[in-house]
């Protein structure tokens, strides 16, 4: 199980690509770079990399073209992408979705976040469970095509909400504190970001109408999915609790944190 994986970085931008290569090699991938939409399809072809990141804007043959070729391939049909694009959220969504891209990074990204969509998309392969479609209530999540279904009719969420959502659908029933959020949603957890974790969870309440009383507000600590038809875990504190690995703020009084809830 110990085999190197190999990823191929296709990025015109060198700075980028270098900084993305140095770091995916210190974390013991396997790196190849392509700068150009052709380069990358050749590359793609021969050498059959695990993953593929691929940038929207490239000279040659762009990331749609790149995309497109290589689902068409049965040779590299089944390689997962992860786009890397700098346009909006929503364009991102939708471009995701018609290309049947596994994830997507927007740009300016932290390292820290791409090397983390990797690792998520590589192990959603490694563990067949992992694609299938993750319910609470009537919400339905398909991690496989990033889409959210609410009684059966389609909601559309940017890239940030529907992290969020699924990071709290995997884990029903169970506190996700703030820190957490972040760490699994934007790839870093710093307490003065707290307050991101509140804005978002809004919006996407908003977005769900009704159905938003699936996800709970835990106050002093973070959010839960929970569904009514499923027994919620014990919470912190109480007997027989345990938060499955869930760390609180220590100290309590968490004044800054309280505030929004
Ligand atoms: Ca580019």
Redesign the pocket.
């Known amino acids: 199980m110990k085999t190197t994986q190999t990823i191929l970085i296709v ?3 060198k700075d980028i690509r270098e900084v993305l290569a140095f770091n995916l090699r210190r974390e013991g991938y396997g790196v190849l770079e392509a700068g150009d939409g052709r380069l990358a399809l050749e590359l793609a072809v021969e050498k059959k990399p695990d993953l593929i990141l691929l ?4 000279p040659v043959l762009d990331g749609l073209s790149v995309s497109r070729s290589l689902q068409r391939d049965p040779a590299t049909a089944g390689v997962p992408v992860i786009m ?1 694009t ?1 346009k909006g959220e929503e364009v991102d969504r939708i471009v995701g979705l018609e290309l049947g891209a596994a994830d997507y990074v927007t740009k300016p990204f932290s390292v820290r976040e791409v090397i983390l969509r990797i690792r998520s998309v590589l192990r959603r392969r490694a563990v067949p469970g992992e694609a299938a479609p993750v319910y609470c209530g009537d919400i339905r999540l398909d991690a496989a095509d990033h889409a959210v279904r609410v009684a059966g009719v389609s909601i559309g969420l940017t890239v940030t909400e529907f992290r969020l959502l699924e990071d709290l659908m995997r884990n029903k029933g169970k506190v996700r504190s703030r820190a957490q959020l972040l760490d699994a949603v934007w790839g870093f957890s710093f307490e003065g970001y707290a307050r991101t974790v509140d804005t978002h969870i809004r919006r996407l309440r908003s977005k769900l109408g009704n159905s938003a009383e699936h996800i709970e507000t835990v106050r002093g600590i973070g959010y839960r999915a929970k569904d009514d038809r499923d027994a919620v875990e014990p919470g912190p504190g109480r007997p027989g609790g345990d938060c499955g690995g869930c760390s609180l703020p220590d100290g309590g009084g968490d004044a800054s944190w309280e505030e929004e809830l």
């Not at 940038?55 to 490239?58: A, F, I, Q, R, V």
């Open positions: 990025e015109d931008e940038d929207l804007m490239l890397i700098a």
